[in-house]
């Protein structure tokens, strides 16, 4: 029977409790109800797409080693794996896992070769595709939770709009130029919260922002910044802002 | 007018037994979601084939306007998305659809494992079903270096050593994959052969192959 939609003297909610609930062609019955669906589905991906505006990043940099890399989502679980196998151990994460992993999910149809097809009939398998679905959100989930947190400490303080500075060790930072008065402006004021080396303390790590931004860039941040700094920090004058930037455009990391 | 230029076809090639067995062959009603609102789990594969569509047709304007080498990369995506008319919006479509196939994909898997439905005598449409999560996979991993950003760059340059320190063929991996001991000039030029020519071939391959096992089959009876 076809056009199984058209039950005389049944609501359609109570087709399946009828004997032969009724088939339907697929052409064009079934493909248009598949449309409908297809339709409705493409409709909420565009509005997604329309706000929800895709981005660029900054430019592909080889020397900027300070980049925190990150995969993309659906390769995280992967990437995460790795994290639990340290050092000689590794190989674990990059073969082993992914190996049994992937021949575990090619050959599902001769692992679980019983009659039944009822999830609850087959327990052990299902209990298995569970546990690996929650394993894997829950990698996925671990994976973004670490990355945003290295991305956070990565500076003393992630502050809007600042590049962000790898830690490091103020031993190693070498400043240039210390005879420049910005030198010693820097030292009286900025160092009391960017750190002595400008490492990072209270505000964030500055020590190499010159190589991010030029004078004017940092002149005009000094004196509209972000987060937490005072306007022009503790600097008493524009004079002394334009000094200090110029100092900073030169350290370059 | 059509009617003769179709009878005309017809004559020759004897097309209406190709399309009169996809149109005509019954769906069975519990996988019909007009009829038992829950069978719109079984809509998820062929909402999976929908994205994939929408995929290769953004990815057919955006290569209209992408340039495959390192110094205009960047730049070219930059235009497409910032000045290109819709470009934004057909990035977006592209950008998002990969996440989006993804999803799907992975909930008709889920689908077809607690519904049984690779038992016998389907099992090898499960394993061609494996396959092109792979190559779909592969698509991410190729895709994502494109733009030629930041990440994109440091994402691969960290891939590629993961599969440079797999013990003995691990080197061999790395150069195949970057073309040199660096992620560079080849490495941009490979993947987006790959991502263009090699992967979409594999994908219509499966997928017709998915798709015809599935029409051969039947889908799998009401649990």
Known sequence: MSGGERIPGTPRYRHHLQKNPGTEPFFPNFLLKEWIVGAVFLLGFMLWVVFNPVTLGDRANPDDTSFIPVPDWYFLFLYQILKYYPGPDIVFGTVLVPFIGTCLLIFVPWLD??????????????????????????????????????????????????????????????????????????????????????????GPAIYAIGKYWDASKLEDFIQHPAGAMPPMGTLSNLTQVK??????AKQKG | MLKKAYDWI??????????????????????????????FVYCFGGLTFLVITTQILSGMFLAMYYTPD?????????????????????????????????????????????TGAYKAPRELNWVVGVLI????????????????????????????????????????IQTLLLGSHTVGALTLARFFAIHVFFLPAALLVLLALHFIMIRSQHIAGPL
């Not at chain 2, 019954?26 to 996988?31: K, L």
Request: charged residues 15%; contains cysteine; aromatic residues 12%.
């Open chain 2, 70 to 114: 390192i110094t205009n990369a960047w730049f070219s995506v930059q235009y497409i998305t910032g000045e290109l008319l819709l470009g934004n919006v057909v990035r977006g479509m592209h950008f998002w659809g990969a996440s989006l196939v993804i999803v799907m994909m992975f909930l008709h898997m889920l689908r077809v494992f607690f």
């Open chain 1, 243 to 248: 000094e200090v930037a110029s100092w900073l």
């Open chain 1, 113 to 202: 070769t019983s009659k039944d097809r009822h999830p609850y009939k087959r327990p052990l398998a299902t209990l298995g595709m569970v546990l690996t679905t929650f394993l894997v959100i829950w990698l996925t989930n671990e994976a973004a939770v670490q990355h945003r947190a290295e991305v956070a400490s990565a500076s003393g303080q992630p502050s809007a709009g600042l590049p962000v500075l790898p830690r490091k060790d103020p031993s190693q930072i070498q400043f240039i130029d210390t005879s420049d008065p910005g030198y010693k402006l820097f030292e009286q004021t900025c160092a009391n919260c960017h750190g002595a080396k400008g490492q990072g303390n209270i």
């Open chain 2, 133 to 172: 999560f792979f190559v779909v996979l592969a698509f991410g991993f190729t895709g994502y270096l494109l733009p030629w950003d930041q990440k994109a760059y440091w994402a691969t340059a960290v891939g590629s050593q993961i599969a440079g320190s797999i013990p003995w063929i691990g080197p061999w």
């Open chain 2, 10 to 39: 017809d004559e020759r090639l004897n097309v209406t037994p190709l399309w009169r067995d996809v149109a005509d062959h019954d769906v069975p009603a519990h996988v019909n979601p007009a009829i038992k609102m829950s069978a």
